[in-house]
């Protein structure tokens, strides 16, 4: 049905940037809302920001909010999370998804990438 591939994860000092990259293939993204979740280990998995299908709404957990941006480029079926000021609090597995509204939960997607690795160090 739909496949989502992360990529752009990797190692990074504190305060530097990542680009985070989400393609999907077998579907586009036509009407459908897209986030952004991670899991530290140990940890739950945690909303980590959202975006409507037009692009014109966006959400941000607290943790992350002024630092993060994220956005979509639907006729590239991609989807993007620019990380800025990156702290070692951030490491984790960040994961995309998609589903039919836009949501801080994650049983609301039904579509996930396999996820890429941030780590962020001292």
């Known amino acids: 049905q739909v496949q989502l591939q992360e990529s752009g994860g990797g190692l990074v000092q504190a305060g530097g940037s990542l680009r985070l990259s989400c393609a999907a293939s077998g579907r586009t993204f036509s009407s459908y809302a897209m986030g952004w979740f991670r899991q530290a280990p140990g940890a739950e998995r945690e909303f980590v920001a959202c975006?409507?299908?037009?692009?014109?709404?966006?959400y941000y957990a607290d943790s992350v909010k002024g630092r993060f941006t994220i956005s979509r480029d639907n006729a590239k079926n991609t989807v993007y999370l620019q990380m800025n000021s990156l702290k070692p609090e951030d490491t984790a597995v960040y994961y995309c998804a998609v589903g039919p509204i836009t949501s801080y939960y994650s049983d609301d997607y039904n579509y996930w990438g396999q996820g890429t690795q941030v780590t962020v160090s001292s």
């Open positions: 975006i409507t299908w037009s692009g014109d709404i966006t």
